[in-house]
């Protein structure tokens, strides 16, 4: 696998997971895979609007680009992880099969919320397709949707069921436009239900909470969190349930396994007892669950090879600003915004 970093500003049964791998090689850039950051509107709610598309008809960015990953061979293997966020992803109706090639799809059109995921499971198939989807902050989706956040945990909902008949036809709408439209047209599909959910009043500031999770790569227990926030660890539960879907353990333990994707492809450069004792782990066999609940995939086989997954990306860019492994104390005063 050849991969371009361009830049960056910042349930079944579980058992081990055969990714979707590219083993032909191309000769031009294949795709591009792209992190804007959202209009001031949706900041508070939107930390990025990402894209996937064919690399000679993607357009030079006319905004801040968070992310650019360029796929110079179809070569690139994509494992799934659990996620404590919300996002939704519209497909394109193209996939970009092994050979690099992209062809049309008539059926793949089509929109879908995805839910907080405690657990990830077998994934199958060889395409990639053509995408455009918005990354929600925590607690951030709310406003948008007329659901309960905790109803979305584990799920996957298509729009249409959530937006209507109106939601139904975003896919189509979109597949027809070229990206920097794509991303307009995604923005005013947000800021036209913005206000549409059912907002629960709270004096929990729950997204800062969940972003001081984040900058301290889930080393942070609940008591400590609930000593931030000021409340008893059983109301930071309750509202961390009302407003992220999850409660605040489970999204913790997320944080820390999506810290430790910094290893993901080192292969063999790994000491993995440390590793452990430095991401929080109780031990090495503890992790090692963890990485099969939240991946598939175990420590050693996410660093045996090279991967893309905006995630990994991401944990990379955070451990660059922390390269001696520092972090905050998980008391002191909470940064914001920052990256969730």
């Known amino acids: 696998m050849v991969l371009q970093n361009l830049g960056s500003t910042s349930g079944d049964e579980i058992g081990e997971m055969e990714p979707a791998c590219y083993t032909d090689i ?26 996937f598309a064919p690399a000679h008809v993607s357009t030079a960015p006319h905004r801040p680009l968070l992310r650019e990953v360029a796929f110079q061979e179809a070569t690139f293997c994509s494992p799934q992880f659990a996620d404590g966020h919300v996002s939704m992803v519209f ?21 879908t919320v995805n839910g907080p995921m405690s657990s990830v499971g077998r994934t199958e198939g060889s395409d990639r397709p053509e995408m455009i989807g918005i990354y929600f902050r925590a607690a951030g989706v709310a406003p948008f949707l007329r659901i309960a956040i905790s109803d979305l945990a584990d799920r996957a909902v298509m729009v249409e069921d959530l937006w209507g008949t109106s939601g139904s036809r975003v896919p189509g709408d979109l597949c027809e436009l070229a990206e920097g439209d794509r991303i307009a047209h995604v923005e005013s599909a947000l800021l036209a239900r913005l206000g549409i959910g059912c907002q629960r009043t709270t004096t929990v500031d729950v997204a800062r909470l969940a972003a001081h999770v984040i900058h301290r790569r889930g080393r942070i227990t609940v008591e400590g969190l609930a000593h931030v926030a000021g409340v008893s660890r059983q109301h930071l539960t309750r509202e961390f349930g009302a407003h992220v879907g999850i409660g605040p353990k489970l999204y913790i333990r997320l944080a820390r396994f999506q810290s430790g994707l910094v290893h993901a492809g080192r292969r063999d450069k790994v000491a993995w007892a440390d590793a452990a004792v430095e991401m929080g782990y ?50 002191e005063r909470i940064p914001w915004p920052m990256e969730v």
């Open 91 to 111: 497909e394109l109706g193209r996939t970009c099969g092994g050979d690099g090639r992209w062809v049309a799809d008539s059926i793949g059109l089509r929109g």
């Open 282 to 331: 109780a031990d090495q066999s503890h992790m090692i669950a963890e990485f099969r609940q939240f991946s598939a995939l175990t420590p050693a086989a996410l660093a045996s090879r090279e991967w893309f997954h905006p995630f990994i990306e991401r944990a990379r860019a955070q451990a660059s600003r922390f390269p001696d492994g520092r972090q905050s104390n998980e008391n």
């Open 26 to 51: 191309v000769r031009e850039p294949v795709a591009l895979y792209r992190e804007f950051l959202p209009c001031e509107a949706l900041r508070p709610h939107v930390y990025a609007i990402f894209s």
